[in-house]
Every structure is written in C-alpha cells, then in structure tokens.
C-alpha cells in the first residue's frame, strides 16, 4: 500500500478531489513541523504540535478502521464532541484558546464545543439534502475552519497567519468532519461544477449553524459565569 493511502485516502472519490484532499493533509502536516520547530522559542509550541498530530492520527484511524462499520454514523456528533473537546483543551493549555483570547478554559470549551457541534449538524443536513463523497465533506469541513480560524477573525490579508492557521486550523476541521462521516456505499458520481455547487449549499447551511452555535455557546457561558 502507497503511504498516501493511509491519509484520508478514499477510492470512491474522483481523482482532482482526492489530490486536494492530500495538498490540505500536506499543507496540515507542514503546519504541524513549523510548530515543531517553533518550540525553540516557545515549548507551548510543541504541545501545540503534538495536538494536531495526535488528532490526525487518531481521525485517521476512525476514518480509515472504524467508519466503515455502519453504527458509526451513531457516533458521529459524540466524536466529534470528544475530539474537539480534547483539541480545545490542549490548544487553550499551549496559550491559543480561542486563538489567544479565552479568559479559561471554560470560556474557551463554552463558546467553541457547541460551534463545533453545529457544524456537524450542518454537515450531516448538508448529506441529507445531497448524499456527499468523503471528499466532498473533507472540503466542506475545510470551508467552515477556513471562515473560522482565518476570515472571522481578521487574518485574512495576513499571508503568514493564513499559511499557519490555513493549514493546521483550518485543517483540522477537515479531519474532524470526514472522520466518522456518513458516507453511503457508492456516493453519486459528479462533475467539478456539481461539487461546487453542493459546497455552496453546505457552506450556507453551516454557517447559520455557525451562528446558532455561537449564540448557544455565549448564553451558556453567561449563565454559568
């Protein structure tokens, strides 16, 4: 087996989707082995590493042993839960919740998990409307951490942060959402502009969810605090 094949490698995908697929893995991967080499500066930065590839590790398991099993679409939003609560505990711990801002760890699990969620429940809408192909959820995922990690907070005319977060934190959307993603037996073959168009209405749809879970999120944490 081709090393590539172990990284979110799906047959049933066309090939110009999987290849982007595996440019956003490299591009993650590159993002991880900066934070690596960051750790000379600060060693937060190597917790930080470490997290995003314990993630991709373990989102690649489930993706490649354990989605096939046809309870998993069970555990879909449960994963998806428990992964971005481990992901937002190390990220807040290494100086970055909420990308620097979150007063605890409680504003940051508050304010990020039910997002999080929304989103999945965004992706799984999406599927329902129109069945997707693992690739197709994997961009959609990448959309959503794109909008979140880079353009609502400002970064986007900053090439050096949209090249970090770009990569690693909008990267790791991608590997949380294809992870245990419904994916039926044989998606429906599409050509480019059919994608895009399923992109489109996954991204509309997410991001209401988006909204729905940042407004969950704020009251929660003003009710408790």
């Known amino acids: 087996m081709k090393m590539k094949e172990y990284f979110f490698f799906d047959e049933l995908n066309p090939k110009w989707l999987q290849k982007i697929v595996y440019i956003i893995i490299l591009w993650y991967i590159i993002g991880v082995v900066i934070f690596f080499l960051l750790g000379f500066l ?4 190597v ?5 995003l590839l314990l993630l991709l590790i373990i989102t690649n398991i489930l993706f490649k042993y354990v989605r096939q099993n046809e309870n998993s679409r069970y555990f879909y939003l449960p994963v998806i839960f428990l992964l ?3 992901e937002e505990t190390l990220v807040y711990y290494s100086g970055g919740g909420l990308q620097g801002a979150a007063l605890s760890l409680w504003h940051d699990l508050a304010l990020s998990i039910p997002v999080f969620l929304m ?3 965004g992706i799984l809408l999406t599927n329902r409307i ?5 690739g197709e959820v994997f961009l959609l995922g990448y959309i959503c951490g794109f909008i979140l990690e880079i353009i609502l ?3 986007f005319f900053n090439p050096i942060l949209i090249f970090l977060f770009g990569g690693a ?3 790791f959307y991608s590997i949380l ?4 993603a419904p994916i039926p037996e044989e998606p429906p073959e599409r050509n480019k502009i059919q994608t895009i168009k399923i992109l489109l209405i996954g991204t509309i749809i997410c991001f209401f969810c988006m909204v729905i879970g940042g407004i969950i999120g704020s009251t929660l944490y003003e009710i408790t605090t």
């Open 130 to 134: 129109k069945k997707m192909n693992s």
């Open 119 to 121: 989103i999945g429940v």
């Open 177 to 180: 959402y294809t992870a245990l």
């Open 47 to 51: 917790l930080a590493a470490s997290n």
């Open 84 to 86: 971005a609560l481990l």
């Open 42 to 45: 600060n060693v937060l930065n």
């Open 153 to 155: 907070p400002g970064h």
């Open 169 to 171: 934190g909008a990267g």
